[in-house]
C-alpha cells in the first residue's frame, strides 16, 4: 500500500469537479453511486470528463471486450492531465484487483488504484483521491461489507440496486469475478434491511438485491436468503423485491414456497445455466448437471407457476463441439426462457479455462452466438404470446427514450412494458396495463 501525500497542497488547490464512469456490472454501478454520494458529500460538483478534475473509472473484467474499452478509457483519461484540467484519475473495479501494480507498468501516471474490496475503506480512498496523493489499496477479499456508506442516489430511480453480498466462492474456470471481488462475505440482516428503509424513505418502489450467487447469502452468518426475504416482504409490504442472480443447484423447494407466500417477492427468476452439455458444465466447473438444472427450473415452474426465468449462455468455450452446442440449443428450447443473454467464451487472465486448449475460431464461435441469439429471441416471443390479452402490474420507470410520447415500465417479472404516455409522469407508480402486442424484448399495452 502506497500513499505519498503532496504536503505543499493548498486548499484552494483541491479538485471541484467529478466524473465517475462504470463499466459492467449492478454492482460496480452501485459502487460507482458510493464514490458521487462522498464526493457530493465533500462538496464536488459532477461535471463531464472532459472538464472534470477527478475521475475515477470503475473496470470490468468479465470479458475480453469489456477489458479492452476499459485499457482504451485510462488511456483516454490520462491524456487529460496534460490536455485538460484533470488532476487525479483512479481506477478501480475488477480490472484494477486482476492485474494490480502491473497496470502501472503500461500506465505509471494513474494515481489511486483500488480493488472492490477495498470499497470497505472507501472514505480513505476518496480522501487520497480529493487530496491528489497516490495511494494503492488492492485488498483480496472484504472483510466487512457493512461499512460500505450507503449511497445517497441511485441511477436507476424508482428500483434500487443494493448488494447482499460481495464476492464469489464458485471459482467456475472461466471466470475472473472470485480474482477481482474475492471470497464471498455476506451483509448482515441489519445492515440491509436498515438501507433497504433508507431507500423506501427515498421514494424507491423497488428493491433489486445484488449477489454473484444471492442463494448462498448468509451460510457464513447462520442466516439465508430465504430469512432475508421473508423478513423483507414482512417489514416492508409495499416495496417489491428482486434477486441477481441465483445458482441453480443452491435453489430450493423452502425458498420458492417463501417466495410464493409473499405478493410483494416477485416472480423473477435470473438463472444461468452457461452450457447445455454436462460434459463442458463440468469443464467449467459449474456445479450441476443438465438434469439438476431441468429439476430446479421444474420446481420453480411448480411452485410459482407465473415465473419469469432468464439465462445466460457462453458460447464456444474452449472444446465445445457440434454435439455440445446442439446440447445448448436443445436446452434453450426445452426451459422456454423469458431473456436469454449469450456471450462469446472470451481468455480470462489468471483462470483455469485460460490454459484449455482454445481450437475454435472466433468466426465459428459468432456464427454459433448469433445461431443462439435468433433461438432465444423466437423463443422469448412464443413466451410472451401468454401475456397478450391480459392484464399485468407494472412499475412506472420514466419516459421511453426510444419511442416518443411513450411510458417505459417493468412487471414483476422484470419484463419491459411500453405503454402511451398519460398527461402525469408519476415515475415509481405502480399501475395495471393492458397488453395489446409483444416483442422478443418488450411489450406494448394500454393503461388500465
Not at 99 to 112: A, N, S, T, Y
Request: glycine share 4%; aromatic share 10%.
Amino acid at each position: 500500500m502506497l500513499n505519498h501525500e503532496d504536503p505543499n497542497l493548498k486548499v484552494n488547490e483541491l479538485p471541484k469537479t467529478f466524473f465517475v464512469e462504470v463499466l459492467g456490472c449492478q454492482m460496480n454501478k452501485y459502487e460507482g453511486e458510493v464514490f458521487t454520494s462522498l464526493f457530493l458529500k465533500h462538496g464536488l460538483l459532477p461535471s463531464n470528463p472532459e472538464d472534470a478534475e477527478v475521475i475515477v473509472l470503475l473496470s470490468c473484467a468479465v470479458r475480453e471486450n469489456a477489458e479492452n474499452k476499459a485499457l482504451a478509457r485510462i488511456g483516454k483519461y490520462l491524456k487529460y492531465k496534460k490536455e485538460r484540467k484533470l488532476k487525479c484519475f483512479a481506477l478501480g473495479g475488477c480490472q484494477a484487483k486482476i492485474w494490480g501494480e502491473k497496470i502501472l507498468e503500461r500506465f505509471p501516471k494513474i494515481d489511486v488504484l483500488f480493488s472492490p474490496a477495498s470499497l470497505e475503506d472507501v472514505e480513505t480512498i476518496v480522501k487520497h483521491i480529493i487530496e491528489r496523493s497516490n495511494y494503492i489499496n488492492l485488498k483480496e477479499s472484504i472483510t466487512n461489507p457493512d461499512c460500505i456508506p450507503v449511497p445517497e442516489n441511485q441511477y436507476d430511480f424508482p428500483s434500487a440496486y443494493l448488494p447482499i453480498s460481495c464476492g464469489c466462492n464458485q471459482f467456475c474456470t472461466y471466470c475472473a469475478v472470485p480474482y477481482g471481488r474475492g471470497r464471498e462475505k455476506s451483509r448482515s440482516l441489519e445492515s440491509i434491511l436498515n438501507e433497504v428503509s433508507q431507500r423506501s424513505k427515498q421514494g424507491f418502489k423497488e428493491i433489486i438485491y445484488l449477489g454473484q450467487n444471492c442463494d448462498s447469502y448468509g451460510k457464513d452468518i447462520g442466516s439465508s436468503l430465504k430469512e432475508l426475504l421473508e423478513l423483507s416482504a414482512k417489514k416492508f409490504p409495499n416495496l417489491w423485491f428482486k434477486c441477481i442472480t441465483s445458482y441453480p443447484s443452491m435453489i430450493t423447494k423452502e425458498l420458492l414456497e417463501t417466495i410464493a407466500s409473499y405478493d410483494n417477492l416477485c416472480n423473477y427468476f435470473s438463472i444461468p445455466m452457461q452450457s447445455g452439455s454436462d460434459r463442458i458444465l463440468k469443464l467449467m466447473n459449474r456445479k450441476y448437471s443438465v438434469e439438476q438444472y431441468r429439476n430446479s427450473i421444474n420446481m420453480i415452474r411448480e411452485i410459482i407457476p407465473d415465473a419469469v426465468i432468464t439465462s445466460d449462455f457462453i458460447v464456444g468455450f474452449p472444446g465445445e463441439t457440434e454435439k455440445d452446442f446442439q446440447d445448448t440449443i436443445n436446452a434453450i428450447e426445452e426451459f422456454k426462457y423469458d431473456t436469454v443473454n449469450i456471450a462469446i467464451y472470451s481468455k480470462r487472465p489468471f483462470t483455469p479455462a485460460s490454459k484449455f486448449e482454445d481450437n475454435i475460431s472466433y468466426q465459428e464461435k459468432a456464427q454459433r452466438a448469433n445461431i443462439l441469439i435468433k433461438k432465444a429471441e423466437e423463443i422469448s416471443l412464443n413466451f410472451r404470446k401468454q401475456y397478450l390479452n391480459e392484464v399485468l402490474d407494472v412499475l412506472i420507470r420514466g419516459e421511453d427514450k426510444k419511442k416518443k410520447g411513450f411510458i417505459s415500465s417493468r412487471t414483476k417479472g422484470h419484463q419491459i412494458v411500453i405503454f402511451k404516455k398519460r398527461n402525469k409522469l408519476d415515475q415509481g407508480l405502480k399501475t395495471k396495463v393492458y397488453i395489446t402486442s409483444v416483442l422478443s424484448h418488450y411489450m406494448m399495452g394500454e393503461e388500465v
